[in-house]
T-cell receptor
């Protein structure tokens, strides 16, 4: 089974609007971390936001927020007030903290911000 | 320190040749990871070091691949007898043991095997 599933290969959003990128995960570990990374065309992976499995509050970092629904095993990324520079690939990732330290990545969502 | 660096950024080689990539992590980071990313996919874990010890290796890491991290500082990833299927972006990341949110990626080395 896939550890991380991103079902939206491509998304479009109007500049200044909000957009939600979906991510579901699969783990039996009780202690895990969820991450979102942005990968522009230059190729570098840029860390955006982190949510720990025991965190009660949804994580927020500036215009990024993570909608964490533990029972549904979902960790959607919300980008508010989209900017043209947000156009990139977005990857959801998970690390199981008790069973090793590797990241499991999804297949990514390509976001295009339309002026 | 401006982050994780990788060298070279691009490498074109002929099938059957050996290649070596270097990763310099953020100086105080004791964990170092290698990933491979092919077009249209997310990064796939290859191997992980804590200091100089290689603690985990993926099944993706065939016998032609070897990684080292002498003295727990920079790391090298060598691919012997390259094959066209090795063409990919090779990403390095580093972190501190502890809070998982502190992992940072380098710019990657794009390998093309002709």
């Amino acid at each position: 089974a896939q550890k991380i599933t991103q079902t939206q290969p491509g998304m479009f959003v109007q500049e200044k609007e909000a957009v939600t990128l979906d991510c579901t995960y699969d783990t039996s570990d009780q202690s895990y971390g969820l991450f979102w990374y942005k990968q522009p065309s230059s190729g570098e992976m840029i860390f955006l936001i982190y949510q720990g499995s025991y965190d009660e509050q949804n994580a927020t970092e500036g215009r990024y927020s993570l909608n964490f629904q533990k029972a549904r095993k979902s960790a959607n990324l919300v980008i508010s007030a989209s900017q043209l520079g947000d156009s990139a690939m977005y990857f959801c990732a998970m690390r199981e903290l008790n069973t090793g330290n590797q990241f499991y990545f999804g297949t990514g969502t390509s976001l295009t911000v339309i002026p | 320190d401006t982050g994780v660096s990788q060298d070279p950024r691009h490498k074109i080689t002929k099938r059957g040749q050996n290649v070596t990539f270097r990763c310099d992590p953020i100086s105080e980071h004791n964990r170092l990871y290698w990933y491979r990313q092919t077009l249209g996919q997310g990064p796939e874990f290859l191997t992980y070091f804590q200091n100089e010890a290689q603690l985990e290796k993926s099944r993706l890491l065939s016998d032609r691949f070897s990684a080292e991290r002498p003295k727990g500082s920079f790391s090298t990833l060598e691919i012997q007898r390259t094959e066209q299927g090795d063409s990919a972006m090779y990403l390095c990341a580093s972190s501190l043991a502890g809070p998982p949110e502190s992992e940072y990626f380098g710019p990657g080395t794009r390998l093309t095997v002709l």
